[in-house]
């Protein structure tokens, strides 16, 4: 299993972004679909997450209101559109598949990770 995580790069506060990750998965339409993030000196946290069907999100409160997860089942892609970047938002991102979401909020129950993309926003 491989989650191709791409869209990572320097932005300036107040910017925004657009993460990708491609899995090879043949159970990714049964997969609840996440992202977490891991900043320098900092334990890995959970971002978001979406329920199989794409109509169920989920977000830290550190990022409800600028940050949207979506995925597409055809392409077994899933997104995080990142709005309204701060300095504290930079961290490097690790998509994730499998969990509830439940247990991702809690930070545990992912069955696989990606290789996580940089993004580093400027104050």
């Known amino acids: 299993v491989q989650l191709q995580a791409s869209g990572g790069g320097s932005v300036q506060a107040g910017g925004s972004l657009r993460l990708s990750c491609a899995a090879s998965?043949?159970?990714?339409?049964?997969?609840?679909m996440g992202w977490f993030r891991q900043a320098p000196g900092k334990e890995r946290e959970f971002v978001a997450a979406?329920?199989?069907?794409?109509?169920?999100?989920y977000y830290a409160e550190s990022v409800k209101g600028r940050f949207t997860i979506s995925r597409d089942n055809a392409k077994n892609t899933v997104y995080l559109q990142m709005n309204s970047l701060k300095a504290e938002d930079t961290a490097i991102y690790y998509c994730?598949?499998?969990?509830?979401?439940?247990?991702?909020?809690?930070?545990?129950?992912?069955?696989?990770w990606g290789q996580g993309t940089q993004v580093t926003v400027s104050s």
């Open positions: 994730t598949a499998g969990g509830s979401p439940t247990t991702l909020l809690a930070g545990r129950g992912v069955d696989y």
């Open positions: 979406v329920h199989w069907t794409g109509d169920n999100t």
């Open positions: 998965l043949r159970t990714f339409s049964r997969k609840v």
